[in-house]
């Protein structure tokens, strides 16, 4: 089975605190995602990369910075996190060729910043 | 990419099965369907995805209109488990990388 893993489950943090999401995938997936999940606004992509050092902006990139080091891990970056990147944070991968091209989903981050 | 439309909650017997509508009228001919389903404090995971044709697997069904401007997602004989919301997503097959998500249907399952 694919396996989709992020760093935490829950975390706090202060206003102005330089916040690392981690993002691990197992599967050898050439394309990883980064989305914000808020009431009433469904999923919204910040940032994606195809392939490693490649990185493409979302919808929200605004307030974000990724990186892609090695195929298996991206890393999502608050550079100074504020109160409204409180959300869900949600990492998912997918492969380039296949049948199906399903994006497979991590159980999520809940960033609060206090 | 194609936007859908999809009502923003239903009530499902447990057992019943659950239709659940999306209206996709701009879908262009070379965009598939694709439906997903999140369980609360869970990522969401892919349940279906169909072109033109009708589809099921071992989750769900989707039947698909003939002028492919909506579809909908069946499960047969709904549980609670089931309770969740609900993505339909229109996008290419391949050639680009992002799905849009609304706000999807969330569905409950009464016992």
């Known amino acids: 089975d694919v396996k989709v893993t992020q760093s935490s489950r829950y975390l706090v943090k202060r206003t102005g605190e330089k916040v690392f999401l981690e993002c691990v995938q197992d599967?050898?997936?050439?394309?990883m995602f980064w989305y914000r999940q808020d009431p009433g606004l469904g999923l919204r992509l910040i940032y994606f990369?195809?392939?490693?050092?490649?990185?493409e902006k979302g919808d929200i990139p605004e307030g974000y910075s990724v990186s892609r080091e090695k195929k298996e891990r991206f890393s999502l970056i608050l550079e100074s996190a504020s109160t409204n990147q409180t959300s869900m944070y949600l990492c998912?991968?997918?492969?380039?060729?296949?049948?199906?091209?399903?994006?497979?989903f991590g159980p999520g981050t809940r960033l609060t910043v206090l | 990419d194609a936007k859908t439309t999809q009502p923003t909650s239903m009530d499902c017997a447990e057992g019943r099965a659950a239709n659940l509508p999306c209206n996709h009228s701009?879908?262009?001919?070379?965009?598939?369907v694709y439906w997903y389903r999140q369980i609360h404090s869970q990522g969401p995971q892919y349940i279906i995805h169909?072109?033109?044709n009708n589809e099921t697997n071992e989750m769900a069904s989707l039947i698909i209109t003939e002028d492919r401007k909506s579809s909908t997602l069946i499960l047969p004989h709904a549980t609670l488990r089931d309770t969740a919301v609900y993505y339909c997503?229109?996008?290419?097959?391949?050639?680009?990388?992002?799905?849009?998500f609304g706000t999807g249907t969330r569905l409950k399952v009464l016992a």
């Open positions: 998912a991968s997918r492969e380039t060729g296949g049948s199906i091209q399903e994006q497979f």
């Open positions: 599967m050898d997936h050439e394309n």
């Open positions: 990369s195809y392939d490693v050092k490649m990185k």
């Open positions: 701009t879908i262009s001919g070379n965009e598939y």
């Open positions: 169909g072109l033109k």
């Open positions: 997503i229109v996008r290419p097959y391949s050639g680009t990388y992002k799905y849009i």
